[in-house]
């Protein structure tokens, strides 16, 4: 076991599957020689040379088009977009190639592509640099969705999502590279070093895409929840002085319906929290789920804690994040309705 | 007082006007000079405006880019633009009788297909557009393969998931058609990156129409095969309409296709794509150059869109009706056929004994194709293997949404069992 902060995680996910499978190919921009503009990376070009890990032009479009002809040809890419924000160029070749080619060719063709991208905010990047489009993807056949909360699941989902026969969005809640994030920004930041889920192997292992985990054990209320959010939660939930189960979803796309649904019945109140805007998000998909599988075991409306239905707002950060408090609020109503 | 007003581009000729073609510009058969396949991409611009051109009117094969070709390869290949056009045609009737709903033809295009895919080798990945049918029949793929699709029936390649002739073929080398334009481009380029990352010498060809040059996949595709020196042909093939929308729309009317190639870096050569000597050869040129560490090509196929966009539109709403006539570079078929009679290997008695073989061997396919099912008439392809190959492997949810079809299709089986259902009555009443 070595201690890992989350870009040392994926880092050291790359660098085992480019050491164990020459199919392996590793690019976006600035990813080669500068080895990423967050680092995730660094030494890797120098490592396993220029043809394996690639700088590429600023073209989404092009790098994920490249990565379907490459995975056509047989390769296994991981195609970095340097922020969620900057996706949408690729939306064409994601939603109308990447994930239909399976379907469209009735399995003659795939492209077994990973594409790696930072989300979320926290870190005053404003609506270019801070964006959770996860929803966007989980509403698009043919294509796995994935966000970690933790070095240790970011480096064996990171894996898995390479390892997998089906194109993957891997999203890295890139306010948790460096440590847990609890929501409270004017608090010292806290360093991965510390948390149990630092803890990360050296060598190949696998966190398997389409299982949710459960981070806290508890029998009042369930909270279903993924990527840097997991973090809040717990600082909510200490502060809420409740007895939740806190469920980190982990995978949308496969959905591990039957951990979440089997706590809420268990529970029989929800609370389901994210940091995307609220309209049509991903926490729609997880609330009529639950409704559907849990409404004669629900004790209370569910209530869902989002962003603001806004676009990211620069200098109102901290007022849009949904942050403790916001989630206290909920756990109470919840807690309080009969 | 000036002020800034757009420019619309208005094509020469609309509904009753006479047909003009006079901005074509078209060099002299056996005029243009044929580079070294190692030139620098800058040293060899006038390639981008000049149009390289083998025969000319009489039938001559002249110049440079002559790739003398054997005269039973030259017999194949006409063969091959033969059938193509007599496919397209039956498919296009069938569509009129609604026995399938949808077709394109490539009439008039029937070089640009045949003639790159002879010049590639089988090794060679291509990605085609909607219209070069014809790189499915040098390859070999069986005509009742390609009807089976258009059916949508039971040995449809797409199990009934893709309108017609959204073909593909794996082993064949041949990439599935996307409905959306241009997407191939900058895929076939990563394909091309990975057969020289993996250091195999096989190239990639993709193909789009001069309207889909418009989109940011072109522009992606250049810029990726160039700064990466991709083994990967890139060809532009100029038929002069985008359904309704002329060449101009494209931003044809400033600068060729071919001419963008430079702007990137790479080589772009015109030609005349009604020429099949003239398009073999220059594929050759551009293929010989990928495999050698060359880079990309880009090539412009200038021809003319003879037949319809598709079943679904009328060209006569939007273009003179004569302009197929009046196009001046004439039609492929007849060019090769002209040239293989003066050399005295081919003969109108002989090129009337091939349509009948031929047309006889389409509609034997047809009538293959049919016994596994029509549109209209069945048999159907199970609708519960809808739900396969969204994953490798089915999720949970999928498993739960094909079992409530299945007893969706279960009890209406039991309820009305010889019918099939309303809308395809309705369709078979037209036909």
Same mark, same amino acid.
């Given at each position: 076991m070595a201690r890992m902060n989350m870009v040392q995680a994926i880092n050291s996910g790359l660098d085992v599957m480019l050491g164990r499978d020459p199919r392996v190919v590793v690019f976006g921009e600035d990813v080669g020689y500068f080895g990423g503009v967050f680092r995730c990376t660094d030494g890797l070009q120098r490592k396993y040379g220029e043809h394996r890990v690639l700088d590429t032009p600023i073209a989404e479009g092009g790098i994920i088009a490249a990565a379907i002809g490459m995975g056509v040809n047989g390769l296994r890419p991981v195609a970095e977009i340097q922020f969620a924000d900057y996706i949408y160029p690729a939306f064409d070749q994601i939603v109308s190639e990447l994930a239909r080619l399976r379907y469209r060719t009735a399995g003659d063709f795939s492209a077994p592509v990973t594409i790696r991208t930072p989300c979320g905010g926290g870190?005053?990047?404003?609506q270019t640099h801070s964006q959770s489009p996860e929803g966007i993807f989980t509403h698009v056949c043919g294509i796995k969705v994935v966000m970690p909360s933790n070095p240790h699941d970011a480096k064996g989902l990171l894996i898995s999502c390479i390892e997998d026969e089906d194109p993957v969005v891997f999203f890295e809640p890139k306010r948790l590279y460096n440590g847990p994030f609890d929501g409270d920004p004017h608090k010292p930041a806290v360093p991965w070093?510390?948390?149990?889920?630092?803890?990360?192997?050296?060598g190949h292992y696998t966190v398997p895409i389409g299982k949710a985990e459960i981070i806290r054990p508890g029998t009042e209320v369930t909270v279903l929840t993924y990527g840097t959010m997991v973090h809040v939660v717990e600082s909510a939930v200490r502060l809420a002085q409740v007895d939740a189960e806190i469920i980190d979803v982990r995978s949308m796309v496969p959905l591990d319906v039957d951990t979440l649904c089997a706590s809420v019945c268990k529970t029989g109140r929800c609370v389901i929290v994210h940091e995307a805007t609220r309209f049509s998000g991903f926490g729609a998909e997880l609330s009529a789920t639950v409704q559907e599988e849990c409404f004669w075991h629900l004790e209370a409306p569910i209530a869902r804690v989002t962003g603001w239905d806004t676009p990211y707002p620069h200098a109102f950060e901290w007022d849009y994040f949904p942050g403790p408090q916001r989630i206290v609020a909920a756990l109470n109503s919840v807690m309080e309705a009969k | 007082m000036r002020q800034s007003r757009l420019h619309v581009p208005h094509p020469p000729a609309r509904p009753g006007e006479k047909p003009d073609f006079s901005y074509v510009q078209i060099s002299a058969p056996g005029a243009v000079a044929r580079p070294d396949t190692r030139a620098p991409a800058l040293e060899i611009e006038h390639l981008g405006s000049e149009m390289v051109r083998v025969l000319d009117g009489q039938g001559q094969a002249l110049g440079p880019w002559n790739p003398h070709l054997e005269p039973e390869e030259l017999q194949v290949a006409l063969r091959h633009m033969l059938l193509t056009r007599l496919f397209d045609d039956r498919m296009q009737r069938m569509q009129r009788q609604g026995r399938i709903s949808f077709y394109m033809k490539s009439t008039g295009e029937e070089a640009v297909a045949v003639a790159q895919a002879m010049a590639l080798r089988p090794g060679d990945m291509l990605f085609p557009?909607?219209?070069?049918?014809g790189l499915f029949v040098v390859r070999g793929k069986s005509l009742v393969d390609l009807m089976c699709q258009c059916l949508s029936n039971t040995r449809d390649m797409c199990s009934g998931r893709q309108m017609p002739i959204m073909y593909h073929w794996a082993t064949g080398n041949i990439f599935s058609i996307s409905g959306?334009?241009?997407?191939q481009f900058p895929q076939a380029v990563g394909w091309a990156m990975a057969a020289a990352i993996k250091g195999e010498d096989h190239i990639a060809a993709a193909w789009l129409g001069e309207g889909a040059s418009a989109e940011a996949d072109f522009h992606h595709a250049l810029t990726f095969a160039a700064v990466y020196q991709a083994p990967v042909i890139l060809n532009v093939v100029n038929n002069q309409w985008a359904i309704s929308s002329f060449q101009g729309f494209a931003g044809g009317e400033h600068r060729t296709f071919a001419r963008r190639g430079p702007g990137y870096g790479i080589p772009g050569v015109r030609v005349d794509g009604n020429d099949f000597l003239a398009v073999y050869a220059v594929t050759q040129w551009a293929a010989e150059r990928a495999r050698a560490s060359g880079g990309p090509t880009l090539i412009e196929l200038v021809t003319y869109r003879a037949a319809a966009h598709s079943t679904s539109d009328d060209p006569a709403r939007y273009r003179p009706k004569e302009e197929w006539q009046a196009w001046p570079l004439g039609d492929p078929i007849a060019r090769l056929r002209e040239h293989l009679i003066r050399l005295g290997e081919w003969s109108e008695e002989r090129h009337q004994a091939l349509e009948r073989e031929l047309d006889a061997h389409v509609t034997a396919c047809w009538k293959e194709a049919v016994t596994y099912g029509t549109l209209t008439e069945g048999p159907w392809l @199970?609708?519960?293997?809808?739900?396969? @190959?969204?994953?490798h492997e089915m999720p949970a949810n999928l498993e739960r949404q094909r079992e409530e079809l299945g007893r969706l299709v279960q009890n209406r089986a039991a309820a009305a069992p010889p019918a099939h259902d309303a809308d395809t009555q309705t369709l078979a009443g037209e036909g």
């Open positions: 870190i005053r990047g404003g070093s510390t948390h149990p889920k630092g803890e990360v192997p050296e | 557009s909607y219209r070069t049918q959306n334009l241009a997407t @199970d609708p519960l293997t809808m739900f396969e @190959d969204v994953f």
